[in-house]
């Protein structure tokens, strides 16, 4: 479980995709990395203290889903999601990148956002199914 702040949504090869972006050093890494599919849960306003102890502490580190008491749910393949959100994407991995510094445009970049040459891997999925809270 993490919370991301940068992502996106559009069309790809002809599918509904989401780009989503994660730091190498992420614990939540090494699961891109190992599964196939993940999903991305939206939620309220009244989740944003859950969302940010989520997007500050590390899943090495601390029970997640104790600390927050959010309450894990499985899609039909074995991705986790979580009953509270009020949207849940269901993303099936295509493609992946990682940011190459001397591809940036903006000479101001890698200074703000990679003072450590952290640089961002951004995985390709297709939008496999859309859950919607009632």
Not at 3 to 20: H, Y
Not at 39 to 58: H, I, N, P, V, W
Not at 122 to 129: L, N, R
Request: proline share 4%; with cysteine; charged share 30%.
């Amino acid at each position: 479980t993490m919370t991301i702040s940068w992502g996106g949504v559009g069309i790809m090869w002809g599918k509904p995709v989401v780009f989503t972006f994660i730091r190498p050093q992420r614990y939540t890494f090494a699961f891109m990395e190992n599964g196939d599919r993940y999903t991305m849960s939206f939620f309220d306003e009244k989740y944003r203290d859950a969302l940010k102890f989520c997007g500050s502490k590390s899943g090495k580190d601390y029970d997640k889903v104790k600390e927050t008491g959010l309450t894990p749910a499985f899609t039909e393949n074995g991705s986790v999601y979580f009953e509270e959100a009020k949207l849940v994407l269901v993303c099936k991995k295509m493609a992946k990148s990682k940011f190459d510094p001397k591809e940036f445009i903006d000479d101001t970049v890698e200074d703000k956002w990679y003072p450590e040459k952290d640089f961002h891997y951004i995985y390709f999925a297709e939008i496999e199914k859309v859950l919607i809270s009632e």
